[in-house]
């Protein structure tokens, strides 16, 4: 997307997307599932793990503490950061695609979910296979949720008239595909038409009676 799509239109009102420069960091802002553990020498990624990596001799090495501390069912996935014209991740991939000889990528630290929070998640207190599955999913998209931050992939949604007065608007929409942000924009053209239609209606009704009354006074007048 770029600054200023038209998104979607409804009669004289359009939605467009915007470039969200205020985005907050989501790892900061919202409640997660799970836990990242990230480093890197030149940027500050997200770690709410408490760990350092000046406390271990490597990275498996702080793959089987996190083990030892939270149990053998934690799902402890590797997380790849690519430094290239911007910064993105990817969580249990590298980036071997797009940075064969690993020049700007490599391994920056872990995103994981151990059984307590499992538990607590999915309400449960069996860690079943299927469990461990969904909770392999759900540490892929907070890397990538993560990642669209550090991306600058954050929109926003902004409904203008005709005329250009913003009517409604929406910000911090992370990682949103195009027929996401279309989805998202014609319902909010819905409402902002609807709206205004709302506010129309009950002033015509007003302005009919008003005329109604004053040819009343001026037939009666006549009369």
Avoid at 76 to 91: E, F, K, T, Y
Avoid at 97 to 122: H, K, L
Avoid at 143 to 157: M, N, Q, T, W
Avoid at 174 to 196: F, P, T
């Amino acid at each position: 997307m770029r600054f200023g799509d038209k998104l979607e239109t409804l009669d004289d009102l359009t939605a467009y997307a915007v470039p969200d420069d205020d985005a907050r960091d989501p790892r900061e802002e919202w409640d997660h599932a799970c836990t990242m553990a990230l480093f890197h020498n030149r940027y500050t990624l997200a770690n709410e793990s408490g760990l350092s990596t000046d406390n271990f001799g490597g990275w498996n090495e702080m793959r089987q503490h996190i083990y030892r501390e939270h149990g053998k069912q934690t799902v402890i996935v590797p997380v790849w950061m690519i430094d290239h014209s911007g910064i993105a991740l990817r969580a249990g991939r590298d980036f071997g695609d797009c940075d064969p000889g690993a020049w700007d990528s490599g391994i920056v630290g872990f995103c994981y979910m151990t059984p307590a929070q499992m538990r607590e998640n999915y309400v449960t207190k069996r860690i079943t296979k299927k469990i461990l599955e969904q909770a392999r999913e759900l540490v892929d998209a907070e890397v990538k949720e993560y990642s669209a931050y550090l991306e600058g992939d954050v929109y926003g949604i902004v409904v203008k008239d005709d005329e250009g007065v913003a009517l409604d608007s929406l910000w911090g929409m992370l990682g949103y595909s195009y027929d996401q942000m279309r989805e998202q924009a014609l319902d909010m053209l819905k409402c902002a038409h609807d709206g205004r239609t709302a506010d129309y209606f009950p002033n015509l009704a007003k302005a009919i009676v008003g005329i109604a009354e004053n040819a009343a006074k001026f037939a009666e007048i006549a009369s």
